[in-house]
């Protein structure tokens, strides 16, 4: 049986001051929380998150990391600086960073290996846009991105990492697969990673769904056979929303 893990994406948004009133409200909330509790905070906010969950159920992520150990990277992170800060986790891949800031399919490998070495656990993101989904083209793309992104990780290092199926289009958009396609999908994912690297470490890694999941469609998502949790963007900033999304089976 797969932990669920249900990580927020605050992508860049809350101040320091913001980020830990948000965190106190939501310890209370999701304290008796089955799935694994994970906020993805921007860097400025890690130490503040950190001081103010200590000692509960929430864990500490991030939303990037290099894939160099140090040098003229300037307005870059390590992982070793963000281990050392306490960071648990780090989005690699998301589709904001690969439109926006060029991440591509190479640099995501290379930061996964960064993450892994240095003890990050990496959510991996991988997805298609719509018109790769209209052009039948999702199964290929999804596959290609996964096993490039752990290209160089041994079985055992790849059953501890997460991979977030992210459908480009559903993100922000208040679109979102249907339960079925998620699931597909993610399913595709996992023969991917069976066919590869067998069947122990495909049944280990946990697959989430990225694309809009909130409090209404949680339920339903959940209970796929696949999904094993949620990356969630605007829901994971107030505390009520994503605390119904973590309580999903309460």
């Known amino acids: 049986m797969r932990t669920p893990i249900i990580a927020g994406n605050w992508k860049m948004n809350k101040t320091p001051a913001e980020a830990k009133a948000l965190v106190s409200e939501l310890k209370p909330l999701v304290k008796n ?3 694994t509790v994970v906020v993805c905070v921007p860097a400025i906010d890690v130490y503040a998150v ?3 969950i200590a ?3 929430i864990h500490l992520g991030v939303q990037n990391v290099h894939f160099k150990e140090s040098g003229a990277y300037t307005g870059e992170l390590s992982a070793a600086m963000l281990k050392e800060a306490g960071v648990e986790y780090v989005i690699i891949g998301h589709s904001e960073r690969r439109q926006y800031f060029g991440e591509t399919d190479a640099t ?3 930061r996964t290996l960064a993450a892994v070495k240095a003890g990050l656990i ?3 993101c991988v997805g298609e846009r719509k018109e790769e989904r209209e052009a039948g083209y999702t199964d290929a793309l999804v596959e290609y991105q996964t096993l490039i992104a752990l290209n160089g990780l041994s079985e055992e290092e790849i059953k501890g990492v997460v991979i977030a199926y992210e459908p480009v289009w559903a993100i922000g958009t208040g679109l979102t697969a249907t339960d079925e396609q998620a699931n597909e999908t993610i399913g595709v994912i996992r023969a991917a990673i069976e066919r590869k690297y067998g069947k122990a470490v495909a049944d280990a890694v946990r697959i989430q769904y990225g694309g809009s999941m909130n409090p209404k469609n949680v339920k339903g998502l959940m209970a796929q056979s696949e999904i094993d949790g949620g990356l969630i963007g605007g829901a994971s900033l107030k505390a009520p929303d994503f605390s119904l999304v973590v309580n999903y089976d309460k």
């Open 33 to 35: 929380a089955s799935a």
């Open 50 to 52: 950190k001081e103010e």
């Open 55 to 57: 000692g509960s159920n």
């Open 108 to 110: 995501v490998n290379l």
């Open 122 to 124: 990496p959510i991996i």
